[in-house]
Structure formats: structure tokens, C-alpha cells
């Protein structure tokens, strides 16, 4: 074995699991997407958290879940990183982390006869407004004048 295979030996050795060799200097630079990844789910963690304390204690509200289920009822408490809601449809009171939370609405609508999920209360006031343009504006102009 000469000189030069022996460092190629060597070099075969130290080679690291990434691709880089043991001798080679790597900079350290926080992953910015990493840090913009974070600062985006503390503001959202903020926001519910903001939501919550807005609406108040004994709040109906609907929480929608990260992992896309809902749970609907009313405010019981408010902590630093959790609250509480008295769950309308298992009749027990839940303690949820604001990290889970995807979303928040104020209200809970009844539960629909065929799948058991509550409708939107929203959806009531948008219904109701369509119904009084209809009557309003469609049912006159329909009227043949004489």
C-alpha cells in the first residue's frame, strides 16, 4: 500500500453520515423556514388564545380541531396553555391545548337529523337574508304590470 491509497483509506473513514467529511467545517444557520414555521403557529396559537378571552367564559363556541374534528360548547375556563369547554353532544368537559386548535366560531348550531354534525349558525342569517330578497325584490318584478 502506498502513500497515497493510505490517505484515500483515511478519507473513506472519516467521511460523515451526511456526505461531508469529520474535518470539514459546517456553518451552523437556523433553517429560516423552520423559525417563519414557528412564529406562524405561536401567532395562530395567539389568535385562538385572543378569540377565546374575547368571547368569555360561558361562550357558546364551535372548536375545530387540527385533526378535523369539532367540538362544540361552552367556555368553562381559560388557562395559559389549555381551556376547557362543557361539550354539548358527550356531556362532559374536555380540556383542549391551543396548539390543536385550527380554528374557533362563536356559536353552535343543532345537530342535523341525518349525520348527527351541527350546521353553521351563519348559515341561518344567510338563509334568512335570501329569503327576504326573494320576497323583496324577486316575487314584485315577477308580478305582470297592467
Request: aromatic letters at 6%; a positive charge; hydrophobic letters at 30%.
Amino acid at each position: 500500500m502506498g502513500v497515497g491509497e493510505d490517505h484515500k483509506a483515511e478519507d473513506r473513514a472519516t467521511v460523515q453520515t451526511d456526505g461531508s467529511k469529520a474535518g470539514d467545517k459546517k456553518q451552523t444557520h437556523p433553517d429560516k423556514s423552520q423559525s417563519a414555521q414557528k412564529t406562524k403557529e405561536d401567532r395562530r396559537t395567539d389568535e385562538i388564545k385572543w378569540k377565546l378571552r374575547g368571547l368569555g367564559i360561558a361562550s357558546r363556541v364551535t372548536i375545530k380541531l387540527n385533526n378535523g374534528n369539532e367540538r362544540y360548547g361552552s367556555i368553562e375556563r381559560l388557562d395559559e396553555d389549555t381551556f376547557q369547554i362543557a361539550e354539548v353532544d358527550i356531556k362532559q368537559v374536555i380540556t383542549v391545548s391551543y396548539n390543536d386548535v385550527k380554528k374557533v366560531r362563536e356559536g353552535y348550531g343543532n345537530p342535523n337529523q341525518f349525520t348527527g354534525k351541527r350546521w353553521n349558525p351563519i348559515w341561518a342569517k344567510i338563509s334568512v337574508t335570501a329569503l327576504i330578497v326573494l320576497f323583496a325584490v324577486v316575487v314584485p318584478l315577477s308580478i305582470p304590470r297592467t
